[in-house]
Nanobody, 124 residues
């Protein structure tokens, strides 16, 4: 059974930085895409960033050039380095993994396994 555990959330002033981590277990990490999604209060869950198993990455336009997704296949850990944080980045951030290898990595419906989420709050 795949398990995903996020950490690293917290409160940060606008313009600051945070790094989220997602520890994965239960299967081979390197052979699958991994992604970050987020959900703000009253809004639908939205795509943030993803890394496929070949190392290609994708970002939402709203975070491009501010966030960086990376993965350590030895440690089975996914990261999200967030910089120049804005108030609108406030949300619960979720790590996700798919059951299949060949997927559209930006679509939440393609992910079968989800972490419990970690809260990121950006204040002015």
């Amino acid at each position: 059974q795949v398990q995903l555990v996020e950490s690293g959330g917290g409160q940060v002033q606008a313009g600051g930085s945070l790094r989220l981590s997602c520890a994965a277990s239960g299967r081979t990490f390197s052979g699958y895409a991994m992604a970050w999604f987020r959900q703000a209060p009253g809004k639908e869950r939205e795509f943030v960033a993803a890394s496929n198993w070949m190392g290609n990455t994708a970002y939402a336009d709203s975070v491009k050039d501010r966030f960086t997704i990376s993965r350590d296949n030895i440690k089975n850990t996914l990261y999200l380095q967030m910089s120049s944080l804005k108030l609108e980045d406030t949300a619960v951030y979720y790590c996700a993994a798919p059951a299949a290898r060949w997927i559209d990595i930006t679509k939440s419906t393609n992910y079968n396994y989800w972490g419990q989420g970690t809260q990121v709050t950006v204040f002015s």
